[in-house]
């Protein structure tokens, strides 16, 4: 998908090159999100939320901008939780495309597919062509990865992403970083970034003034959701000591399938729906497995993320809007 | 290493046996649903039966969390969850593909030892076989 040049993204994105467009234009393609749909509003460096389904009733500032995260799209998945994954993940586009003004561009937060099977790719893909932002950034969730280590997903969206799959950009005087913590799970454990991609991180932020907003992006949520159902990330805890010094770090994460938030100093966590299907809250369940629930209820569980950004005006705003 | 690995990630259907063995009925056609894959025979191109010790996936967990063999017994794991589970050792000796609710995938243990093994999409689910 073709990503535009954009005056304000920069060659953060690639460390072993001082090249721009190409890298940065690169990043961009690397980068989408999948299954939910949160409009968010960047506002003063704070980002803020709501659903999609209000969020295209309200008026965006000028000088603002807007983004969109969606996530787990689970593309192949076809249990009695959602057996029709693509209707609700179009439903998601067309919510997405009524925004106005169009959100600056896409973040997918992994679980493009279910089980990386030929063809699930190619049908997320099909249909990201109709969405109206054309800068989709990708992160990988375990189930793009675990079959064949990231080789496909890395192929498809890994240009000008660092390691087996992370990177950064700046947008309008943010910083945005897509990390991958799904890569070679251990036995036991939970998400994990590890060393090197740690370490990146580290470089990654340590030249940014402490004023500049961050926006964090990854597949499973960087803080403890619920551990006993792997909702937490083992090495998270240091990712977050090298951003606690910024005035405003939001973290996107996606992989619960449910909205989840919470605030910790000047962090602020989130986590989007999915498009595919729900999952129960923490242990409300003797498992996390598909939610199921009655067809007409479906679409209220499903939803995307609009986060909107306006200048010098506080946070973030971030929306959630179901699909219903 | 003389270990063997086999996978059923095509249709099938499965039924449960007697003192642990199960027969596996290969189809060439999609698979019906699970009720009906219990329920009625199915047009057979291949039947393979399944000796030997079985775990379930349900629930995302393996059952029994730990079972103990003599070497050369093949472990056949049955997912009956509604997820995409894996069996895969935490060393990676084995692994199946992502098995579908229904699916299953055996192992043959040639070398004694304790191989803890666990869900590559669900990592906290971990159970072991332990090979005398």
Redesign the interface.
């Known amino acids: 998908m073709a990503g535009h040049p954009d005056a304000h993204h920069h060659h953060r994105i690639q460390e072993d090159t001082g090249n721009d467009g190409l890298n940065r234009r690169g990043f961009l393609e690397c980068m989408a999100w999948v299954g939910t749909g949160l409009l968010w509003t960047v506002s003063g460096g704070i980002l803020s939320s709501r659903r999609l389904a209000f969020a295209a009733d309200e008026q965006i500032p000028r000088g603002s901008f807007s983004f969109v995260q969606i996530s787990d799209s689970h593309i192949g998945f076809a249990a009695d939780a959602n057996r029709d994954v693509t209707a609700t993940l179009q439903v998601a586009i067309e919510r997405i495309n009524a925004l106005q003004p169009a959100p600056a561009f896409l973040l997918h937060t992994g679980d493009l597919t279910h089980g990386q099977k030929p063809g699930e790719f190619d049908t997320l893909a099909e249909h990201l062509k109709s969405v109206a932002p054309k800068q989709v950034f990708y992160v990988p969730g375990e189930h793009d990865v675990f079959a064949d280590g990231g080789k496909e997903f890395l192929a498809r969206h890994g240009r000008g992403l660092v390691g087996n799959g992370w990177g950064s950009f700046d947008y309008q005087g943010i910083h945005f970083i897509g990390l991958n913590n799904v890569a070679d799970l251990k036995a036991g454990g939970l998400g994990t970034l590890g060393d090197g991609q740690l370490e990146w991180l580290e470089r990654d932020v340590a030249g940014l003034s402490s004023s500049t907003p961050i926006v964090v992006f990854a597949h499973i949520p960087l803080w403890a959701v619920y551990p006993a159902w792997g909702w937490g990330t083992d090495d998270g805890e240091r990712a977050l000591s090298y951003l606690r010094r910024f005035g405003s770090v939001t973290v996107l994460n996606g992989h619960i399938h449910q909205i989840m938030r919470k605030v910790e100093g000047n962090i602020t966590f989130h986590t989007a729906m999915s498009t595919a299907f729900p999952q129960p809250a923490p242990g409300t369940a003797p498992s996390p497995g598909p939610m199921k629930v009655p067809a007409d209820r479906l679409r209220g569980l499903l939803g995307v993320t609009h986060v909107s950004l306006v200048p010098n005006a506080g946070p973030l705003a971030i929306i959630d809007s179901t699909l219903a | 290493m003389t270990t063997q690995e086999h996978h059923t990630s095509t249709a099938y259907a499965w039924r449960a046996a007697a003192a642990g063995a199960a027969v596996i009925v290969l189809l060439a056609t999609p698979a019906p649903s699970r009720a009906a894959q219990i329920e009625a025979p199915m047009p057979m191109t291949r039947v393979a039966k399944i000796e030997g010790p079985q775990v379930t996936i349900d ?3 393996f059952n029994p969390a730990t079972l103990t063999i003599p070497a050369g017994t093949t472990v056949t794991w049955a997912n009956q ?4 589970h ?1 069996v ?1 050792a ?1 060393n990676r000796l084995f692994s199946s ?2 098995l ?2 229904g699916d299953v995938y055996s192992y043959t243990f040639t070398t004694p030892g304790t191989y ?3 869900c ?5 689910m ?1 159970a072991t076989i332990i090979v005398k």
């Open positions: 629930n995302f967990a969850d509604d997820m995409l894996t895969t935490a593909k992502g579908e609710t803890t093994y666990f590559s999409l669900h990592p906290r971990t």
